[in-house]
Each structure stands twice: as C-alpha cells, then as structure tokens.
C-alpha cells in the first residue's frame, strides 16, 4: 500500500510542477522509478512484420505454350486470360511490365490508374533514398560534451545525444557510447543529459494513418520502437562505474561541443529489414533521411515529398499526378499507379549501385521475407525478386524477374478493393508465374 501511495504521491507532485520546470523523462526512466525495473528489460530485439505474410498460396497450374506464337504473343495471351478472372471485376487492378533487356513496354492494363499502393510505397522510398542520399550513406547517432574534465575525473558539463532516427540502435550501441565517455577520463557528470531531437518534427505518425493499426512512433532518438534511449545511456553509465548527478531533459546541442562518438548503420542494413519484412518504422526511417538531406532542423515530411517529387520529375512524370503521404505505405492518403512504380524500378536499374543495393533487399519468392510462402513450386520461385503490399482493401507487388527467354523484366502489380487478400495475392502470383514460365 504505501508503494501505491509513493507512486500516486510522485505522479501528482511531477503534473504540479510549472511547465518550463519540467524535467524530461523517457519511459524507461519513468518504469525505473514507478516499478524499479531495468531500462534494458523494456527494449523489444523480435519485431513483427509489418506486411501479414499469411499462407494463402493457391497452386498455380502452368500455362500452356503456342508454339507457332512468338514469347511476346504468348505472354499477351497469357495476361489477357488472367484479367478475365471475377476478380478484375469487382476490383481495380492496375498492371504494367517492361522488358529491361530490350527496352520495351510488355504489357500495361489501367498502368496510370491512381491506387493505394500499400507497402509497395516502400520501393519509391528506397530509390529515392538512394538516388538522393547516394548507396554508402549512414545513418548517425551523435555524441557529444561541453564544460572540462577535472583532475579528479569529473565531467562539469552536460552529455548531448543527438538523434538520427536510426531503427537499428541496440544495446551494443548504447554500451559502446557509454564507454566512449568513460574512455574520456570521467567517472562523474556534474551536469545534464539531454537529447536533441531536432532531426525531425514533432509529428509521432504519418499522415492519413489509421488510429487502429499498430502505427510506429516516429521518434528520432529510440531504441527497439521504445523512448527509452536516455533512460537506458544513464543506466549503462552507472553499470560501468559513472555516476550522474543531473537531469535528463532535451535540448539542442550547442556549436561549441565536442564530439565524443558517432554510432552509424549503414542505408543497406536498414533498407533490408525494411524491404525483406516489409518494416514500417524502418521506411519511415528512411523517409525523415531524405527530409533532412539539407542539414535542415525539425524536418517533417514535406520536405521527405519535396525529395520524392523531384525523382519523379527526373523519370519524366508529373508529381501533380500522385499523392505522396508517407515513406511506408501505411498511409491511406498515399496514391501511385503501376506506371509510376514501374519507371523508378527501370530508373534504379538503369544506374548500377543502385540496382545492386535495392536488388538484394528485395524478397524472393518462395525463399524470404514476405514472399518466402508465395509462388512455390513455380517456375517464379527463386526468381521474382518483389516488394509486397498488404493494407486493408489492397495488395500490390512490385520488382523483377527472369523471363523464360532470358530476358530481365520489372513489373508492378496494384489491386485496390478487395474484400480479402488471397484472391488479389493469386493474382500477382499468376501473373509473375506467366511472365517466369
């Protein structure tokens, strides 16, 4: 009971504070002192796929081959026979494919029909992403100090952690930094914590956003989804025999500081969990790096759809034609079409890094990530390489694959209005089946 009374004492006398004496307290620190657990216990490493990757996958009979009828005419006949199927029309689809070795269009249905294009969003972020920030950028965390370090090993001064929105920090990371102001000569911070947050805006989900999904909270300072980075540095610090004396708060890093240690990741390492798990978090991590490729403070995603807009442009398309909300497709604001995603899959593989990098995160179908249950036993397993899509009422697939003619092709694939996902998944699979066979 007095517990209970300690805990209901503690959260009135924190409200009854004036506003601009409010000390800044993540919820980790805030469990640390309600319930006396270890920060380190809140941090969540399994992480759920964001796309539902359910075993749906229906047997795709193969497709019979007129010998007298060239690979182009089989293939037309092919994808005319399939989007003559119930559910092409009680749903809008939009289809484009395009021969990459010959340059040339293969087959287009509704390509310029504007969707919902759900986790397949995800493709124009990374080629944007990569095209503006460049295949060897690195995410950043920051660490920094002001004030001296006396002879008796006493920081008189503040720690600044400034945040870059890296999905991937852990607690390697977190005892790597801790060491490193070890390492400084300190065993005391008389001084502050603070977090500088300023990467991004204060905006914590996405435009258009349902309430009732499991949105990320878009923090720039974070460790395992969770606002617990502060709470989990200062624990570590005393773990390794550096005490603080001061307070956590946030605060934007002076220019007078001194750079400690740089924690990085590399936009690989991000862009594969965000592309093989269909990560929402990690696009939207991905989408505020663009937002902040001009050094800006407090960028939002305006500046994320200026960068994106401007890749349309260069493919020759018009932006006013789209609607870019958001970096992960969880956004119902969000409106492509096939057409548009088709060009920038032709765009990132007309410039070689690119390719490579985007080409490798992708899943493969019947082997990984969201695809490792579709196509089996098909001539597309092993051989499409596609980022899906699974919203509410959508599902869309976009990459390359092998034709049986040697040829490499890109396609996209958006179906808008269905009431459940296997008949649309079917579909695309029938599709990529008919394109590999």
């Known amino acids: 009971m007095k517990l209970k009374y300690l805990q209901t004492l503690l959260l009135i006398t924190l409200l009854a504070l004036p506003v601009k004496a409010q000390v800044y307290l993540d919820s980790a620190e805030i469990a640390h002192i309600l319930h006396k657990e270890d920060p380190k216990a809140i941090i969540v490493d399994k992480e759920e796929d964001s796309d539902s990757d359910e075993d749906s996958d229906v047997f795709v009979t193969p497709f019979d081959n007129d010998n007298t009828k060239s690979w ?16 092409v029309e009680t749903t809008q689809v939009g289809l484009m494919v395009w021969d990459l070795t010959d340059n040339k269009q293969v087959y287009a249905f509704n390509e310029r029909k504007h969707l919902r294009p759900a986790s397949t969003m995800k493709c124009v972020t990374a080629i944007t992403a990569l095209d503006r920030l460049g295949c060897n950028y690195n995410y950043q965390t920051r660490i920094f100090y002001t004030g001296t370090i006396d002879s008796t090993k006493v920081l008189n001064g503040d720690i600044y952690c400034v945040g870059g929105m890296d999905p991937m920090l852990s607690n390697n990371d977190l005892s790597a930094i801790a060491h490193a102001i070890k390492d400084l000569g300190v065993e005391r911070i008389n001084g502050n914590l603070y977090a500088d947050l300023s990467f991004k805006d204060r905006d914590e989900f996405g ?11 878009l923090i720039p ?24 004396n001061g307070v956590m708060s946030e605060k934007i890093v002076p220019n007078n500081a001194t750079l400690i240690t740089t924690r990085t990741h590399s936009i690989g390492e991000v862009m594969r969990r965000m592309m093989k798990k269909s990560d929402n978090f990690y696009a939207e991590s991905m989408f505020y790096q663009l937002a902040a490729a001009n050094n800006g ?23 006013s034609n789209y609607n870019i909300a958001d970096g992960s497709g969880l956004s119902l604001y969000n409106y492509v079409s096939a057409e548009l995603e088709l060009q920038l899959l032709r765009y990132a593989f007309s410039k070689t890094d690119i390719f490579n990098t ?11 990530g969201t695809l490792r249950k579709r196509m089996r036993h098909t001539p597309a397993a092993n051989n499409v390489r596609a980022k899906t899509g699974t919203v509410m009422g959508v599902s869309s697939l976009a990459g390359y694959l092998t034709a049986s003619n040697g040829h490499r092709l890109c396609f996209a694939i ?13 579909l695309q699979n029938k599709i990529c089946v008919a394109l590999s066979q």
């Not at 293939?75 to 003559?84: D, S, W």
């Not at 960068?307 to 398309?317: D, T, Y």
Request: proline share 4%; net charge positive.
């Open 72 to 87: 182009q005419e089989n293939i037309t006949a092919r994808l005319n026979g399939i989007l003559k199927s119930d559910i």
């Open 207 to 217: 435009h258009g956003w349902c309430w009732d999904d499991k949105n990320p909270r």
């Open 221 to 244: 300072l974070s460790m395992g989804r969770k606002d617990c980075f502060m709470g989990v540095l200062r624990t570590e610090l005393r773990r390794i025999g550096v005490e603080h």
């Open 297 to 319: 403070k407090w960028n939002g995603a305006k500046q994320a759809r200026n960068e994106v807009n401007s890749l349309i442009r260069k493919i020759g398309l018009s932006p």
């Open 358 to 368: 985007l080409y490798n995160t992708l899943p493969i179908a019947g082997v990984d």
């Open 414 to 426: 958006i179906v808008n209005g269905g009431m459940s996902q296997s008949p649309m998944r079917n």
